[in-house]
């Protein structure tokens, strides 16, 4: 992660060394809903049990935020992002399940815990623009902090994982006016290890140039199937409502 800090340090500087393009700095805030679609584990993937803590146990809506804050300099950004998530399940089991070597009885009531943190350091490029449309795509680097457990009451068994990703990032914009327009953008990847998807399409309004407000709905998706060590896959739904603030220098 400290090679890819300067990396994009280096890019900044080089940008900010080359060109006389206007340079801002913005900072953005994100909230709203979270909704589990599914969240299958089984680990160890070899021997354990395969459970949902989407479907076995009944998971909780909960409200969730997302910070970001940014630097343009003409077509180039780089900006990071802090993205925590939290979502417990409650219920019980209809089967026995086997999860990291411990084993929880049918009819027993379970608390199932899942975390996915991720802190992001995103280099983006707009690559194309005109009056209607901007098309942007760079590199982002990811810092997972995950965490799934379950507990009985009388016994608890996790499992944690911190580890770097590698994303691609994209975004594409519709200028309808001058105030209003249309947005998608994430960030995503797949191999043969797993996959991981965070896009957003959101609808965007700016009643100044330094202030824009958006509605929109956001996915959360992946997860990774290690061979014997652990497979985990879940997609989240998010309706969001975020605003940004730019000040330029």
Not at 116 to 122: D, I, K, P, V
Not at 150 to 173: C, H, K, M, W
Request: overall charge negative; aromatic content about 14%; charged content about 20%.
């Amino acid at each position: 992660m400290q090679k890819w800090i300067w990396i994009c340090a280096t890019i900044v500087m080089m940008t900010l060394s080359a060109t006389a393009a206007p340079v801002s700095v913005w900072v953005d805030g994100e909230s709203g809903a979270v909704f589990t679609g599914y969240n299958d584990v089984q680990i160890p993937a070899d021997d354990g049990t395969r459970f949902s803590l989407a479907d076995d146990l009944d998971p909780e809506t909960v409200w969730y935020y997302r910070l970001q804050l940014g630097l343009d300099i003409g077509r180039h950004s780089i900006f990071g992002l802090y993205a925590p998530l939290r979502v417990e399940s409650s219920g019980e089991f209809d089967s026995l399940v086997v999860f990291k070597g411990k084993t929880f009885n049918p009819g027993d009531e379970i608390t199932g815990t899942y975390v996915f943190n991720s802190y992001r350091l995103t280099y983006a490029y707009r690559f194309y623009e005109n009056e209607s449309f901007k098309l942007a795509a760079g590199l982002t680097g990811k810092i997972r902090d995950a965490y799934i457990a379950l507990d009985d009451g009388t016994q608890d068994s996790e499992r944690t994982n911190l580890g770097f990703v590698p994303l691609i990032y994209l975004s594409a914009e519709w200028i309808l006016s001058p105030q209003f327009s249309l947005l998608l953008a994430g960030d995503g990847l797949a191999a043969p290890q797993g996959r991981a998807e965070d896009f957003q399409l959101a609808a965007v309004y700016s009643p100044r140039e330094d202030l824009s407000l958006r509605l929109g709905y956001r996915i959360l998706e992946g997860g990774s199937d290690g061979g014997g060590s652990v497979y985990t896959f879940s997609m989240f739904h998010y309706l969001s409502a975020g605003v940004r603030w730019r000040y330029g220098l």
